[in-house]
């Protein structure tokens, strides 16, 4: 069946590091993918999100691209803030006419220090 | 334009009590799923509801059930509650149901404690 893996947390980043999240997922078809961001006590909001392979899904800094061939989603961010402090979920989604029900990875908790 | 909203935000039921989750959707969107999130977890989904109708369903026993309104928004019921029922209850609305690729906006939420 369908499924996605991430990296697992927590990882800890000083203020302005790069941040990498790894994300693969196993699906048939042509999946989309999304990452969701939770912020403590909070739902979940999208962050980015890719349809096709080879689309750059980018949001506040932060970038994944879709790569059909090593079947990866992995986030990326340049230089982290204190703020970006949060649970990242990566997710696809592979149900077209039948709406798209989500699968997420476990979950990778960010912890950024000043 | 008002995002999703759920309530209540926390509840506390014993084993085998009942209980009813609510969820208005965004603006806009006929399309309601459900998600359960144990702590420290991804969230599972427990169906989907598309203009009233279910349209989808995940890995959840039959004492899982919803309803969808005319008004779009939805309810989630769970019967016979057991100790593993406790968790987040996450709703998400999307504008049409019919595209994998749709976003799905979340709601923020009802944490859920058996005793």
């Known amino acids: 069946g369908n499924s996605v893996t991430q990296m697992e947390g927590p990882v800890t980043l000083s203020e302005e590091a790069f941040l990498t999240i790894n994300c693969t997922y196993t699906?048939?078809?042509?999946?989309?993918l999304f990452w969701y961001v939770q912020y403590p006590g909070e739902g979940l909001q999208l962050l980015l999100k890719a349809t096709k392979a080879d689309d750059k899904g980018s949001n506040k800094g932060f970038e994944a691209t879709y790569r059909k061939e090593t079947t990866s989603f992995h986030l990326e961010k340049g230089s982290v803030q204190v703020s970006d402090s949060a649970v990242y979920f990566c997710?696809?989604?592979?149900?077209?006419?039948?709406?798209?029900?989500?699968?997420f990875g476990q979950g990778t908790e960010l912890s950024v220090k000043p | 334009e008002t995002g999703v909203t759920q309530s209540p935000t926390h509840l506390i039921k014993t084993r085998g009590q009942q209980v009813t989750l609510r969820c208005s959707s965004q603006?806009?969107?006929?399309?309601v799923s459900w998600y359960q999130q144990a702590l420290g977890q991804g969230p599972q989904f427990i169906f989907q509801y598309y203009r009233e109708e279910e349209n989808g369903r995940g890995n959840f026993p039959p004492r899982f059930s919803g309803l969808q309104f005319p008004n779009y928004s939805s309810e989630l019921n769970v019967n016979a509650l057991e100790l593993d029922d406790s968790a987040l209850y996450l709703c998400a609305s999307s504008p049409s149901g019919d595209r994998a690729s749709e976003t799905q906006y979340f709601g923020p939420g009802t944490r859920l404690l058996v005793l």
């Open positions: 997710a696809l989604s592979d149900r077209d006419n039948q709406g798209g029900k989500l699968i």
């Open positions: 699906a048939t078809g042509y999946p989309s």
């Open positions: 603006s806009g969107h006929n399309t």
